[in-house]
């Protein structure tokens, strides 16, 4: 599943507005391994906004409007507000969330696991025990 959301920022410098738009890739962002990436600084070099600007300086006091995401995105937006502590959280669970749909899949016949959420708890708890078990 691929990870990504839409960003903009409107806001006005020297008589003039500003609108910086992208696309971002949620999968790459995690991938560099930045552990609290700062969605500004990135948007402003996708717009080549030079960080050390004036005009950055604005932009970075606007708060940034997100809109179409897609994949885990979907569970962190919530009225145009991205979460991204929450989608860092869900995107480093992936693997585990994977072994536990197929579990379901197999052994219980359930195809979507979020049609279920006392299994999905139980599951979730019994992968936890074993987890802790093993460390």
């Not at 990504?4 to 890739?25: C, K, L, N, Q, Y």
């Not at 030079?50 to 897609?70: G, K, Q």
């Amino acid at each position: 599943m691929h990870n990504t959301i839409d960003a903009r920022i409107v806001f006005g410098f020297r008589g003039e507005t500003h609108s910086p738009t992208a696309t971002i890739d949620l999968d790459q962002l995690m991938e560099s391994g930045d552990e609290s990436p700062d969605l500004h600084r990135l948007l402003a070099r996708l717009n080549q906004i030079d960080t050390y600007s004036y005009l950055y300086e604005v932009m970075e006091a606007t708060p940034i409007e997100f809109s179409t995401p897609r994949g885990l995105a979907i569970e962190c937006l919530s009225d145009g507000h991205f979460d991204l502590q929450k989608f860092i959280q869900l995107w480093q669970q992936q693997p585990e969330f994977a072994a536990l749909h197929k579990i379901a899949k197999e052994h219980l016949a359930i195809d979507d696991l979020a049609q279920h959420p006392n299994i999905h708890a139980a599951l979730r708890a019994a992968f936890d025990a074993g987890k802790q078990a093993n460390d």
